[in-house]
């Protein structure tokens, strides 16, 4: 009995201090934690990628139209054609990068909420959702500069827009808008999540049960069109400076901003705002319906795992 204990940290007991053919498995605060994290972090990465995945493939046209809005300069005309180009690669990209913030999320999250005091949780989210956002940006970065490529037309295949902006531009051509794509999402990740999950918090409380799938998903679609409206100037600089390529038009983030308001006027930077509120609001909502709902499936195959012993 000893040896196991030391080799698994888990202490066997059948509730008195003689042996017995039931035994139930009885983990203590101090043992349990590194089962936990792992427990934790691989629901994130199926939750995470399973959402990401369902919400770039529902609503991939409705991004593709604010992209094109964005790049326009001046009166330019939006083609309506063609907006489901570069959805395979993207999808390629999307399924990691969700897996990664998810995973990096869901641990860090619930780390601080142990530490941190109980109405200091936004704190926790805030932080947990921008430390998310810049883990996964090492994949979403790429996959965003080549989606948004194609989706205006420069490249006609994912393989084939990688190796012509690694060849002109180098590997870093791959990061364009790096700076300003961190400027728009760690903020965006940060205030999305943490008015999910305070909205949850207090809608719990209120209804003093678990909620609906249909709730997860209206408190989603609010969390996630409050914050696509407020940062669409940062996604309009992202843009600008993703799509450039070579040619280097804008010099830098304060670059950008200076010469969108002086040759287009400052409402430009709220260009695309319609459908990027409403692709974040109704992916808001997707995305964390599906979530709850898969990290719901996650933890139920867990506890009906042959390994629980009760």
């Known amino acids: 009995m000893d040896s196991l204990n030391a080799e698994s940290s888990v202490k066997i007991s059948d509730g008195s201090d003689h042996s017995s053919s039931s035994c139930r498995v009885k983990i203590t605060a101090s043992e349990h934690r590194p089962f936990d994290f792992w427990r934790i972090l691989f629901e994130g990465f199926v939750a995470g990628g399973a959402a990401g995945v369902v919400v770039?493939?529902?609503?991939?046209?409705?991004?593709?139209?604010?992209?094109?809005?964005?790049?326009?300069?001046?009166?330019?005309r939006i083609v309506l054609k063609g907006l489901y180009t570069g959805l395979g690669g993207n999808l390629a990209g999307v399924l990691p990068a969700s897996a990664l913030f998810l995973g990096v999320y869901?641990?860090?999250k619930q780390k601080l909420l142990d530490i941190l005091p109980e109405n200091?949780?936004?704190?926790?989210h805030l932080t947990a959702g921008a430390l998310g956002g810049a883990a996964s940006s090492l994949v979403r970065v790429p996959t965003e500069v080549v989606k948004?490529?194609?989706?205006?037309?420069?490249?006609?295949?994912?393989?084939?827009?990688v190796r012509?902006?690694?060849?002109n531009e180098g590997f870093r051509g791959l990061y364009a808008g790096y700076g300003s794509f961190l400027l728009r999402d760690l903020p965006f990740d940060a205030i999305q999540f943490c008015i999910y999950e305070q909205l949850r918090i207090g809608y719990k409380l209120a209804a003093q049960r678990d909620l609906k799938d249909a709730e997860n998903a209206i408190i989603g679609a609010f969390a996630g069109a409050i914050t696509g409206a407020i940062t669409t100037p940062l996604d309009v600089i992202k843009t600008r400076l993703m799509i450039q390529g070579p040619k280097n038009q804008y010099r830098g983030i304060?670059?950008?901003?200076?010469?969108?308001?002086?040759?287009?006027?400052?409402s430009a930077l709220m260009k695309g705002?319609?459908?990027?509120?409403?692709?974040?609001?109704?992916?808001?909502?997707?995305?964390?319906?599906?979530?709850?709902?898969?990290?719901?499936i996650v933890a139920e195959r867990r506890t009906e795992s042959p390994f629980?012993?009760?």
């Open 273 to 296: 705002v319609g459908p990027r509120v409403l692709w974040i609001g109704i992916g808001g909502s997707i995305f964390f319906s599906v979530l709850e709902r898969t990290k719901q």
């Open 120 to 124: 200091l949780s936004a704190i926790a």
């Open 106 to 108: 869901e641990p860090t």
């Open 56 to 76: 770039e493939a529902a609503l991939y046209p409705i991004d593709t139209i604010k992209t094109r809005l964005q790049a326009a300069r001046g009166g330019g």
């Open 148 to 161: 948004q490529r194609m989706q205006i037309g420069h490249f006609n295949s994912a393989p084939n827009a």
């Open 164 to 167: 012509l902006i690694i060849a």
């Open 308 to 310: 629980k012993r009760v």
């Open 254 to 266: 304060f670059n950008c901003v200076r010469t969108i308001m002086r040759e287009e006027g400052s």
